[in-house]
């Protein structure tokens, strides 16, 4: 038997008991006769001591050992002179009788301590070890106990987990594929699924009323921060639904992970807003909720007094930031460079300093009571900071959204340990894209109009289609899109308008999706659902920002894996053998 206990488990209770522990060693020290070493697995560190009137053989293994040799260590578990209460097994340590080194180790390249001093390329490299440490082994604890969390909530209601294929039909909508060389069918290309979507879909036709699947995804984008090629999905699809039936299911699941996974009970329903709300108040579809700073549009209060300025622009929104109105000119001015910058794009900022003395950018055009009446219409206590940003409506309201959530940051009020999750519906269905002049759709090509808006669908006018709101819905968790989903459209005359709208021809639409719309024909019931992004709740869940220490082989912001060096060319022989070197079939 290489152990009795792990390294993680031993407590006061245990003393007097013969023990084998078995880990890595994590610190070697010798103080006066003493020689301790630290013993490491993934279930905490046990401290073990041998002095020098110990067997001769022990002092000498402890002499010859170094960081991470594997080692195996038998002895009484004794109390400790000098407890270290930050240690669950801190009371206690191993009067060592025997130690058996199972095997030696080089140096590692960084300390494998919860802070070690590896920088991040380093501990990329030697992923493995850098899995050793605390902090990593946490994250995953937590990812593995929301997973199974996630299938206790699901199996309970019904849900079957039901596995969809990774070689499937390209169809490049939406995000890019990556695609796979089929060697059997020259020049023919699999795609790793962006979701499993229209086999969610199809399980629909087919029956299955609950479906979910914990799943990989794969999304060829150039990677923006915190992004991975490949990811995972909590995908859910259920049948005889409407909207608020999802909402009330998956609310369910959120709650269960929070109670199960960290004690927390929210006893209110989560807050739901509209997607022209969100983006009004928040200048954002997925809002954080944490702190209020709310945005309101003053342009038609601010109009028609002379300052060019407004009165050019199409909306005027502000800002009310409590308690800074005794900011400096210095700390205005870089502001105000920070509106500039391409990421926020804002022109200038205007600024109202509201205490006592009301000082502002804009006093030669309005009078003392118009500033005021701007403050009590941004909702600004005396004390507070306004600031304000004009331009065209939807880009304006966006960077006065990444101001606001700026001022939240600087002013700490947007705390990993609030949980603040919200709906937003309502979403637009499409969107114009003015480089290829075409819509695409904002959520896929499978969400449903809302049925109130079934005319402007049919309708040619551009405008008309542009209004036309989805029945689809995000939750939102601190500011972090963590789901997001629909009800589909399940006629395929629906369907087929849907693929017109997005210039789609006929026999295009056939190639592509072909399979689906057929299915649609054999008795498609009405349905819906949502996915989850698993390793963004989970970072959400572990209180970081990052989702890369969630999940155990990431790739860099290169999408390259630096430890197996992934990707790398292949050779000529195996290049041929698929074909990459003929002509590639074309897409009818
Ligand atoms: N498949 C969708 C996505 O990946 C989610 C859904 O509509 O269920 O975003």
């Known amino acids: 038997m290489y152990r009795t206990n792990t390294c993680g488990e031993l407590r006061l209770a245990d003393a007097g008991k013969k023990v084998t522990l078995a880990g890595w060693v994590q610190r070697i020290r010798k103080m006066g006769s003493l020689n301790f070493v630290d013993l490491r697995d993934r ?86 070890l850098d899995l050793r440490r605390g902090p990593l082994q946490r994250a995953l604890a937590l990812r593995h106990r929301m997973a199974i969390e996630t299938r206790n909530y699901l199996d309970g209601n019904n849900f079957m987990e039901i596995e969809t294929p990774f070689l499937i039909k390209s169809t490049p909508e939406g995000a890019r594929d990556f695609v796979v060389p089929s060697r059997m069918n020259p020049g023919e290309f699999y795609a790793l699924p962006q979701s499993p979507q229209t086999f969610k879909q199809l399980l629909m036709v087919a029956g299955y009323d609950r479906y979910f699947q914990i799943v990989r995804c794969f999304r060829d984008e150039d990677l923006r921060a915190d992004r991975q ?31 199960n996974v960290l004690g927390k009970t929210f006893d209110e329903p989560f807050e739901r807003i509209s997607y022209d709300e969100a983006m009004s108040f928040y200048g954002s579809d997925k809002p954080d909720l944490r702190f209020g700073m709310q945005m309101h549009e003053i342009t038609s209060l ?35 460079e920070w509106v500039k910058r391409p990421q926020v ?18 006093d030669k055009f309005y ?14 206590e005396k004390g507070d900071l306004i600031l304000i940003l004009c331009g065209p409506k939807h880009k304006t309201q966006v960077a006065l959204g990444t101001l606001r959530l700026e001022m939240g940051s600087r ?26 002049q075409r819509f695409y759709a904002m959520h896929h090509p499978f969400t449903s109009p809302k ?17 036309v709101k989805a029945n689809a819905y995000d939750i939102v968790l601190n500011g972090n899109e963590i789901g997001g989903g629909s009800i589909r459209i399940f006629d395929r005359k629906i369907q087929e308008r849907m693929f017109e709208i997005l210039g789609f021809s006929h026999e295009q639409a056939e190639y592509r999706f072909g399979f689906l719309m057929n299915a649609f024909k054999f008795g498609a019931p009405p349905h819906g659902g949502i996915a989850f992004g698993f390793d963004r709740l989970c970072a959400l869940f572990g209180g970081q920002e990052t989702i890369r220490d969630f999940i155990a082989f990431p790739k860099n912001n290169m999408g390259r894996d630096v430890m197996a060096e992934a990707p790398s060319v292949i050779d000529d022989a195996q290049m041929e053998e698929l074909f990459l070197k003929s002509t590639v079939k074309k897409e009818q």
């Open 43 to 128: 279930y905490g560190i046990t401290q073990l001591v041998a002095d020098d009137t110990a067997d001769k053989t022990v002092i000498d293994t402890i002499n010859s050992l170094g960081r991470e040799y594997v080692i195996q260590a038998e002895g009484v578990v004794s109390e400790r002179q000098s407890k270290n209460p930050k240690m669950p097994t801190g009371d206690i340590e191993i009067k060592l009788d025997k130690i058996n080194i199972l095997n030696a180790a080089v140096t590692p390249p960084f300390t494998i301590e919860d802070q070690s001093d590896g920088g991040d390329d380093l501990r990329a490299k030697y992923r493995y």
């Open 229 to 259: 090629p490949e990811f995972t999905q909590i995908d859910c699809e259920m049948s005889f639904v409407e909207r608020e039936d999802i909402l009330k299911m998956f609310e369910g699941l959120v709650k269960h992970l929070f109670k």
């Open 302 to 336: 601010v109009q028609g007094k002379g300052f060019s300025v407004f009165d050019s622009a199409e909306y005027v929104g502000a800002i009310a930031v409590p308690g800074c109105a005794n900011y400096s000119r210095k700390q205005t001015d870089e502001l105000t």
């Open 345 to 362: 794009g804002a022109k200038g900022l205007v600024f109202i300093k509201f205490a006592d003395e009301v000082k502002s950018t804009i």
């Open 367 to 380: 009078t003392p009571e118009q500033i005021a009446e701007i403050a009590k219409n941004v909702g600004a």
């Open 411 to 436: 002013l700490g009020l947007r705390k990993p340990e609030d949980f603040k999750p919200l709906w937003v519906y309502d979403f637009p269905l499409l969107e114009w894209d003015d480089e290829t």
């Open 451 to 467: 049925p109130e808006d079934l005319d402007k669908f049919y309708s040619n006018k551009q405008e008309d289609l542009a209004d």
